[in-house]
């Protein structure tokens, strides 16, 4: 027999414990089975009022659209993961900065990046070695200020190297910066989810999506 004074919370904790219906009609259904129940099994000595059923009716509906708001969370979710998949594949053949320290060169070219100054400096210096760990190439990086540096080693030739920026206080401290290099996007693998996307760098590796700094613009 079903006691009238639980009644009212009947039907939240039936949900709860069978978890939430995957649809609308799957919820109707359910309240009216439990509707039909308690009616049957109702104490005839105290039988349950009527406002009872209107507030099941009441948790029912606002459940109801709970569901209809989770769904569509998911959905639209759904939605956002397969434009993030297909805008990040726009990235292959595009040329993007990320923070490396190495390089490797196919053929003869250029090693460019760049460096973001956090605060000033004397100056600020970029320097190439190669595989042997010998200096092969250094820039004085024209300074104007806290912001973004270029710098760019060109006509090198193919091989590994490995580039270092330090920024020079007036007081002769030196400090290492986190050079960002440029490199072309090869290859877009995507794992389990949206978020596991990996930019495979040509001659850099293997760099989450948000590893990104910026897109290039081509000269």
Not at 181 to 192: A, I, K, M, Q
């Amino acid at each position: 027999m079903v006691d009238s004074v639980s009644q009212g919370s009947t039907a939240t904790n039936f949900a709860t414990a069978n978890g939430i219906a995957t649809n609308g009609e799957d919820l109707s259904n359910m309240f009216l089975e439990l509707l039909v129940a308690q009616i049957s099994h109702q104490n005839p000595l105290d039988p349950s009022d009527g406002t009872e059923y209107v507030t099941q009716l009441a948790q029912f509906s606002s459940l109801e659209s709970l569901q209809g708001i989770r769904d569509n969370t998911a959905a639209n979710q759904n939605s956002l993961d397969v434009m993030k998949v297909l805008e990040t594949t726009q990235l292959v053949g595009r040329e993007v900065s990320v923070p490396a320290n190495n390089v490797v060169l196919e053929h003869d070219g250029d090693i460019s990046g760049t460096v973001n100054l956090a605060a000033p400096a004397e100056s600020v210096t970029a320097q190439l070695y190669d595989a042997d760990g010998d200096l092969v190439a250094e820039q004085q990086l024209p300074y104007s200020g806290v912001g973004t540096l270029n710098f760019k080693f060109t006509d090198q030739d193919a091989g590994q190297y490995s580039v270092r920026v330090q920024a020079t206080q007036s007081s002769g401290l030196s400090t290492g910066l986190t050079a960002w290099l440029n490199g072309t996007v090869e290859r877009v693998s995507v794992g389990s989810s949206s978020d596991d996307i990996l930019l495979q760098v040509n001659g850099l590796g293997n760099f989450n999506l948000t590893d990104i700094n910026q897109l290039v613009t081509q000269s």
